[in-house]
């Protein structure tokens, strides 16, 4: 009994220390909140009534540049060959040629890569100068000089350069409007998003609401605040001009081999030569069906699509831990090391809210840990009237109080943030199930910081490079890949079901009738709904 009154005082100055970690970062994410709120509404009212949106047809319309893709590849084997050819059926672009980065020592890797360039001439093989695994910043830089050498052999030059992952899923569409926008544009990122997850896989679904709020909020704030945004390192592409003038004040290293997040500090180094960066969010009309939950009938509606990269991200929990640690130590760790405090006060700005992630990751649980004790407390009280009674922790009317009041009604901001963006981009159940899995993600946060920051230390102390710290990749079964809908009119004359002479006569009654287009093919006698339905359930 003696040591209570100790056990009571550690346990408030936990929970004073706490509150303030949760009332600063409540309040930087409270500006956030309000920033994107004040910003969607003067858009609303005072910018998009004077523009007219980018349609489906201009970024058709605009003749195809030459494009490069790089595809970094360590120990991709078993997802590499299905990636290649799921792109290169898929996307709605010919002028582009894929570049697979690859090591001497990963025959495996080399074997399924040639076979996709014996099927496709749009894929190229680029051999690492060392054995594997570097990290992927060196491996892209060999991609790059493949690159060079490509353009010389083939006297041609590629307008733009897109990163993706081993592991993506990429809208038809996306490589259509890198070109409209190029050259407009030194650096265009597009959003970036989860497949699809079943209820109950919360290490892998809570990326999708993770990636939800950042490329549906955050990253609009943030090129807003700053005029600049990060790499994703999927999904972004570089103007030629950007990756020469890096290249150029570099030694001719284009990404930083001394960081594990090359991506997020080349977006950095574009601002500082004052290049111009773009983060881009296109949605699309596609026509589906769907079930009425009333009558069950079944009924064509139009959608939007946004124009994205999805790919699975882990699903167990230490392989979460181990992609987010490269993260947390790229962005939080090299990145301060890097980068430093420099530029303006909204880029220091921007610098905190990405390493506060290093304090708020490891308070979050020391949070979850004193509720636990606190309800604990609490309950055994009220079990048992015979019990010790603990002494209130907090008095009501003091300042921890206050503290208290304050953090849980920023908590409550975060819940419904989180559950509106998530409901944006991928409907209601997924939002209603973000609250739980915001808890579980903190849980992976915490160990994967306390994984960064002992590996940093290590490096510190041993001055070893740290090496590419590779998550296992899984690319979607082939009933899962249709999760972008092609364009009716589009997929209806690659099977030969309709004429281009039809699609367009349909078109132009469309535009008479604003009905959808299925409805009108079968009044024009193109198609008969019975079957129109089966395909339009199957696209």
């Known amino acids: 009994m003696e040591n209570i009154p100790y056990f009571l005082v550690v346990m408030q100055v936990l929970m004073t220390f706490v509150c303030i970690v949760f009332f600063i970062s409540g309040l930087d994410d409270l500006f956030i909140d309000l920033y994107f709120w004040i910003r969607r509404f003067y858009r609303k009212f005072f910018v998009m009534t004077k523009y007219q ?16 893709i790089m595809l970094p590849a360590w120990d991709e084997s078993a997802v590499i060959g299905q990636m290649l050819r799921n792109t290169i059926k898929s996307i709605n672009y010919t002028n582009y040629h894929i570049f697979v980065g690859v090591y001497p020592n990963d025959p495996k890797t080399r074997a399924e890569v040639e076979k996709a360039m014996v099927e496709s001439d749009h894929v190229h093989l680029c051999i690492t100068g060392d054995d594997g695994p570097t990290n992927k910043a060196d491996c892209l ?32 569409l996306c490589y259509k409007l890198f070109n409209y926008l190029f050259p407009k544009a030194d650096m265009v990122q597009l959003p970036v998003l989860s497949l699809n997850r ?51 004040n570099n030694n001719n290293q284009i990404f930083s081999t001394n960081s594990l997040t090359e991506d997020y500090d080349f977006g950095f180094k574009l601002r500082e030569y004052k290049l111009k960066q773009m983060f881009v969010r296109l949605f699309v009309d596609r026509t589906v069906t ?115 009041v304050i953090n849980s009604f920023c908590l409550g901001l975060r819940i419904f943030h989180r559950a ?36 940093y230390l290590t490096y510190l102390r041993t001055k070893k490079t740290i090496g590419w710290d590779k998550t296992d990749h899984v690319y979607p079964e082939d009933n899962a890949l249709n999760v972008f809908k092609p364009k009716l009119g589009e997929f209806l004359i690659g099977a030969g079901i309709l004429t281009k002479a039809q699609l367009n006569n349909a078109l132009s009654k469309q535009i008479e009738q604003p009905h959808l287009l299925g409805d009108i093919l079968c009044e024009l006698g193109y198609i008969q709904k019975a079957h129109l339905e089966g395909i339009i359930e199957n696209m």
């Open 141 to 172: 830089n060999w991609i790059c000089n493949g690159i060079r050498t490509f353009e010389q052999k083939n006297s041609m030059e590629f307008a733009c350069f897109i990163m993706q992952d081993c592991e993506d899923v990429i809208h038809p």
């Open 420 to 455: 509106y963006c998530v409901k944006q981009l991928h409907g209601w159940t997924e939002a209603f199930l973000s609250f739980p899995r915001m808890v579980w993600g903190n849980v992976i946060n915490f160990f994967a910081t306390t994984r960064a920051l002992s590996q």
């Open 198 to 248: 079943k209820w109950y896989e919360f290490t892998g679904a809570h990326y999708q609401d993770e990636f939800a709020q950042l490329h549906y909020k955050d990253l609009p704030v943030r090129e807003s605040i700053t005029k600049s945004i990060p790499a994703a390192g999927v999904g972004v592409a570089f103007s030629r001009k950007a990756i020469s003038v890096v290249a150029n």
């Open 290 to 404: 769907k079930k009425s939950l009333i009558t069950g009938k079944k009924k064509q509606v139009k959608v939007k699509e946004l124009v994205c990269i999805k790919e699975f991200f882990p699903n167990i929990f230490w392989a979460s831990v181990r992609q987010k640690s490269r993260w947390v130590l790229g962005i939080g760790l090299q990145g301060w090391a890097n980068l430093g405090w420099k530029g303006p006060l909204s880029i220091k700005y921007i610098l905190y809210r990405d390493r506060k992630a290093l304090i708020t990751n490891l308070i979050n649980l020391l949070g979850y840990i004193v509720v636990i004790v606190v309800v604990a407390i609490w309950i055994i009280i009220s079990l048992d009237p015979n019990a010790y009674q603990y002494p209130s922790l907090v008095e009501e009317g003091t300042i921890l109080w206050y503290l208290i």
């Open 53 to 68: 949106p980018l349609t489906e047809q201009q970024i058709l319309d605009k003749p195809e540049q030459f494009i490069a």
